[in-house]
């Protein structure tokens, strides 16, 4: 039965299969890499906090701003982990059409769409993140 299933796609087909799910898989691999970059500043706030809650004194404003970027952290993450599953679903959806036999061109397109714009939102919340960390720090030299 299997032997059937399988003969009747076309190798052509198959092909332009591969083709269409290679670009979301190399997207998802730097979706990945981001996805350990943002945990990493994540867990670096996070011990950051547990030392303010242990005693050491800081400026209140320097705590609402570390409050303020875990918060971004966050949403980056989140925003990865949904761009993530869309490319997911759009690397799956490819290679189900031509053995289900249909054409759902649009559906490519929009999952694609979907996970763009996501990404886009992840690396917009980590530069938001970044420009904040950028305040506490001396990145000027006073002459």
Do not use: N
């Amino acid at each position: 039965m299997l032997h059937h299933f399988m003969g009747s796609v076309d190798l052509a087909g198959i092909e332009r299969t591969l083709q269409v799910a290679i670009a979301p898989a190399f997207i998802l691999g730097g979706v990945m890499a981001l996805l350990s970059l943002l945990t990493g500043r994540l867990a670096r706030l996070s011990e950051r906090y547990q030392e303010i809650l242990d005693g050491t004194q800081v400026p209140p404003h320097e705590r609402r701003l570390l409050v303020q970027r875990a918060r971004l952290t966050y949403r980056g993450i989140t925003f990865a982990i949904i761009a993530a599953c869309l490319l997911c679903v759009l690397v799956i959806v490819s290679f189900v059409e031509p053995l289900v036999g249909v054409t759902v061109g649009h559906h490519v397109a929009g999952l694609l769409v979907l996970a763009m714009a996501c990404l886009t939102t992840a690396l917009i919340c980590f530069l938001w993140e970044v420009l904040l960390s950028a305040r506490i720090l001396p990145l000027h030299h006073e002459k």
